[in-house]
């Protein structure tokens, strides 16, 4: 209902993009998607042999530097990580504050908020020294909060991080392991995990990375405009579907497994029933990290000696949407978000952790659009326009004649 007359501003036409859905905000050279054909490159580097072949701090370096690192590079890179896993016993401090019931998505947001405070060598998003130090005390330390807030949820005292292990293997044993237990890692979870956060580790211009970057371009330091990208990340429609799928998942089952009836459901926009899972704003054919997702929930479950239920009324869901002409002329395919939360579940997490692993994954991408962006010549402080659809002018009316 916008007449386009009114899409003349002050200063001349400007674009009406609800959504943004047809709005270059930006140049970036570091994600490619051809959501037609179904191909993500990270780099240039298509998603399936980074999949196959890399690891996760690997692909943060190529993220993040543009380049795959040699090896002297990575070690160091590894390193330099590994050595500011630990939080400041204030920081740690925090989480009494929190309410042990609390979505561990704001606990995490707040905490990464607060590394501002900590560490004020970060406020200068300018100096290159500091926003180095930056990138790796964020690499480092939010998988610390990340297990932190799983901890206190469920009561347990917090581990030091064990600077001999992986990345991933220290953050799997800081939220599962207990302080006099010694805790097995088991290679297969790691590499599990290690894939899921190559996959989800940078999608272009998506609402959280957008959320950094606009954030970031009022000049606010790294740390802010990452704690600000988890909270858009919070959303059922972004990472929050992960956790959604399950819940849908959940309540299929508990309703007698009846697929074909969620389906119906879902096409009679009952209630604004949504498939979840399914969908995505750029990928109108298959998602290709759901691609190799699927085929990793076959492997870890099976593997784990885990026959899921769940997983079995999600192909059928899956099989019943692909065939269904509703589906098919919305071009609706499952997402990345479809797959993972079995995978995370029989890993052990939480439903409500999984958005929080979602955020793990993608702190290098935020880092990488962050720091692109700050380096850019062309940035500008990000500020939509609108087009006004309020009270014409009117005189004010004193308060008792009102
Ligand atoms: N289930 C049922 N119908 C759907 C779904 C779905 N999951 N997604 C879109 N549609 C329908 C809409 O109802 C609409 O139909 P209509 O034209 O008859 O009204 C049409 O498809 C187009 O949908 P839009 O909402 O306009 O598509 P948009 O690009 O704005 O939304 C989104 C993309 C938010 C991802 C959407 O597909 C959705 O809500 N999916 C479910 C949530 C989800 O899985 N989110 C994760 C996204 S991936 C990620 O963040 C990692």
Redesign the pocket.
Known sequence: GIELGKLLSSTGYITYDP?F?NTGATSSAITYIDGDAGILRYRGYPIEQLAEHSNFIEVSYLLIYGELPTQTQLADFTERIERHTLLHEDLKRFFDGFPRDAHPMPVLSSAVSALSTFYQDSLNPFDEPSVELSTVRMLAKVPTLAAYAYKKSIGQPFLYPDNSLSLVENFLRMTFGLPAEPYEIDPDIAKALDLLFIL?AD?EQ??STSTVRLVGSSEANLFASVSAGINA?FG???????A??LDMLEDIRADGGDVARFVTK??N?EAG??????????YKNY?PRAKIIKKTADEILGRLGKSDELLDIAKKLEETALSDD??VQ?K?YP????YTGLIYRALGFPTEYFTVL?ALGRLPGWIAHWREMMLDPARKIGRPRQVYTGAPEREYLEIEKR
């Open positions: 959504g859905v989800h999608h998506n609402c990340l059922p429609l972004h990472g929050g579907a992960n959604a799928v879902v096409k926009k029933v949504r498939l979840m899972g399914f969908g995505h704003r750029v998602d509703y589906f919305r609706l997402n990345v978000d479809f979602f």
